[in-house]
Each structure stands twice: as C-alpha cells, then as structure tokens.
C-alpha cells in the first residue's frame, strides 16, 4: 500500500534535482568568474556537497539531537509515551522501534530525525509531553512517524544541504569579490574579450543574489508538502484527527519558543518553532499555517486518504494534496473512533508534569528524598552534604 | 537551575504536585511560570498565565534593592509589589516566573494569615502555597 507515496515523493524529487541543478549553474559561473575555469567551480561546489552530504547522511542526526541537548529515554523512564510510539508503530508498519529522545524545554514542539527506517529516533519536548493528553500526544507521534515512515527526514536533510552549500557558496562568492576583487588570472587579461566577461560577472552576480533565495523558496515548498502528507498520515493512524488537531491548537497558542531550534533545523519540528510574524510569513514558511491545518483536520469525516484530501479541497477549492495514487490505493472507508483519553480516567495536568519532570530529575542525575510531611525534595547532583533539611517541616533527612 | 543571588545548584521542592526550585544557601525560591499555571488552573478558569501578565503590568516599584537576573533568561527582572506593603518580588519581564528572595519568603510567612483583602485571587493562591511550604521556617 505504501509504493503510492513515491509518486509524491517523486515530484518532490523533482524539486531537489531544480535545486541540485541551481547548484550547478551556480558553482559553473562562480567558476568562470574567479578562477577562469568553470570545471574548477563545479568540483569546488561538488566537493563542498558531497562533504555536507556525507555529514549529514551519517551524523546528521546525532548531531541534530545533540544541539537540541535531547535525552534518550527507555520503556520503565516515560511508559505513557513508550506505548503511543509503540502503538503508532504499529499502526503504521514501521519495522524497527524508533529511539525516542526527550528535549528540557518548556516550549512545545517535536520532531523526528534518521536517515532511513532503520535508523530513526522521535524527539519531544518536555513541555509539550506534559500538555497533551494520550490522543493528543498519539496524533504527533503518528505525524512524526509518519516523516519516517515517508521517508521525508532523509528527502528534507538532503534538500537542507543542497540549500546549505548554495547560500555558502554565494555568501563566500559575494564576500570574495567585495573585498578581495575576482582575482588576478582574470585581471591580467581584462584587455582582451571584456564583453563576454562582463556578462559572466553579472550572470553571476544575479546568481550569487538570487540562488539562495530561490532554494530557499522550493526548499520551503518541498517541507510544507511533507507536513499535509504527515498530517494525513497521522490522521489514518490514530483514526481520530481530533487528537492532533487538538495538540496543534496547543502549540500554537504557547508563546514560548524552541531555544535550540535555528533555520535549518526547523522544518524537522511539528510546527515553526519561530513565533515572529511577517508579511512574508506563508509564502516563506516551513510548515502550513496551523489554523489551515487545524481546519482541515476537524473537517474530516472519515480516517482516510480521500478524506482528508476531500477536506483539504473543500477549504482550498483546488488540487488534491495527497498524491492520486494513494487515494485510489486506500480502499474502502476508514471510520473515525472517538476519544480515548476521558475513558482511561486520563492523568490530569500535574500528573502528567510532574510524570515527566520525575524523567528528567532522574536523567540529570537529581537525588530524590521523600520527607515525611508531604515534601519531596530533588538534590542537585553537585550537592556535597549528607544530609538535607526539609524546608517545609524542619526535620533532616539523610540522602542515600 | 543556578540560584540568581548566590549561583548555587538549586533544590526542588515538589509538594502538592507543584514543583518550586529553592535554593539551600539563601532560602530564595524560584516560581517557574509553567508551574504557576499549574497550580492556578484548577482556581480560576481565566487563561493561565494572566497572573504573570497582571504583574509584569503593574509599575515598577520605586526601590534601592538590587536587580536581579532572571535564572533562566538571564535578563534583569522587574521588582513589583504583589499585595503585601513591604514584600518586594522580583518578575522576569518575558514571563518566565517569579523570584522570591529569601527574606521575602520568611516575612509571607509571618504575616498573619487574613491581612490581605483579596480573597481567592490569584496572588493570594500563590502566597498561600508558598506559606504553606515554607510555615515551617517561622521559627527561623
């Protein structure tokens, strides 16, 4: 059932070869202009690519988890979120359990990293696992496994090296010729053959300013696409939309923002972990505007592909979102459940804040002593002393 | 978190389910926003942060004591006054939490507990916690 998402993939696809090619184009003239030689530009650019590239392929996602400072956690750390990433697991197919991380941050956002299915890790704030419920917290995780499951983390890293090494190409270029002239081979013969110099200086010029910008745009293209496919797909795991829809009003309406996130890494998250706003705001954005998702997602009426194609039409008034080939693949109806959570006599808010804050004490390495009037104190683990006064009653209690 | 008066590790306190970081040298405690909201929500059914809001509103008070830097932020909070005549608060100005100087928790909790005017605000919630975990040092 899962070949139709290549054919999405494939125009997606599509997209990177323009920006491979704008890789090229570019590295060619840049070339020309500072050293004479255009075959000298492309191995300088292909060089600088494949190196990122490789980075990317085998570290990037360590190095991702490791600037967001996230934690990896087991089954007996968080049970609650174990089991929803175990149960979207499943419900998706995925093969291999991801490795889940959790990020100290007050902020609520998520994202998923890995180069491919086997190598897949989902990461979530602590502030956002303390806000949801279970059918909230199942809506992100099945829209974070559904990028793996897409193969989206890996199509997404690439792009962002693609568009790495052209904005560090032109900003190196347009610093060069700023400061340093275009160098000498080029001077020593400006007598001779000026005009076709001249033009090449300005096709590059053109190219150093607009290159970024115009990978910038289909990279962002590119990543909004994903996030309606994962919204989809997340939609027909958990079989009620609600629950992510919900969890996406949640972290719209927090004002906090993600402190690890930057440029690059933020279309790995589940919503722009920027909060600033601007005219410019949807056309350069990484992600769909949320209120626009929300809606989609409450009008559905039904799990499926088709469903939340149709519901993506009704607001659009235009194309389908979701690749022809899925929607003719996904047979049948697929009925919405209701909620689970006001069932299972859920955990209420503190419950669910100080069940993750207890996580994150034990991963810091925090002492934990248990007083008799009602206090529970976390000791630092820098703390020299063998014994802690309560505050609260007064007594000593000895730190095991 | 590293107390903003003498960089110490702090402590947490948990009680009630509601975590404050408190700091073992001078007795300072630290009220994180996300706890306040925690605390308050079941009170009041206004949105969550209007208390920090409401705060960080009202004037500056006028005094000498000393700006402190907010633990996690790092920029100078605004001292403002939150019912009590003499009780001085430091707020972090993008809404992080609140700070409570040592001092200023012992004398919370040796007010006699009906001087304020305000029942069930939210301020008044807040003291109430904070007399509550702390009565013990009335004795200090």
Redesign the interface.
Known sequence: MWEQIRSNRNKSIILVIGMGLLLFVLGYFLGLLFLDNATGGLIIALIIWVIMSLTAYFQGDSILLSISKARKISREDHPRLYNVVEEMKIASGLEKMPDIYIIDD?ALNAFATGRDIKHASVAITS?LL?KLNRDELQGVIAHEISHIKNRDVLLMSMCSVLLGTIVILSWYASRIMLFGGTGRSRRDRSSGGGGAQLIIMLIAIVLMIFAPIFAKLIYFAISRKREYLADASGALYTRYPEGLASALEKISSS?IQVQAANNATAPMYIDNPFRKKGAAQNLSSTHPPTAERIRILRSMSGASYVDYNQAYKNIHNTHSIIPETALTASSGAIPLRSAQSEKEGELD???Q??ET?DVL?RLNE?KTVDCGC???????P??RGTE?K?????SINQLK | MICPVCKSDMFVIEYNEIELDYCNQCGGVWFDQGELELMLKPASSENNNLLLKKILSSRDAVTLEQKRRCPLCNKKMKKVNIGYPDILIDACEHGEGLWFDGGEILKLVQQLPTQSTKENSNEQNVVDFLTEVFHARKQD
């Not at chain 1, 009602?374 to 630092?380: A, D, I, T």
């Not at chain 1, 309560?390 to 007064?394: H, I, Q, S, Y």
């Open positions: 007050p502030g303390q004002e808010e503190k419950k804040a100080r804050s004490w925090y009602g206090v529970r104190l976390r000791v630092p820098g703390y802690i309560c505050p609260r009653c007064g």
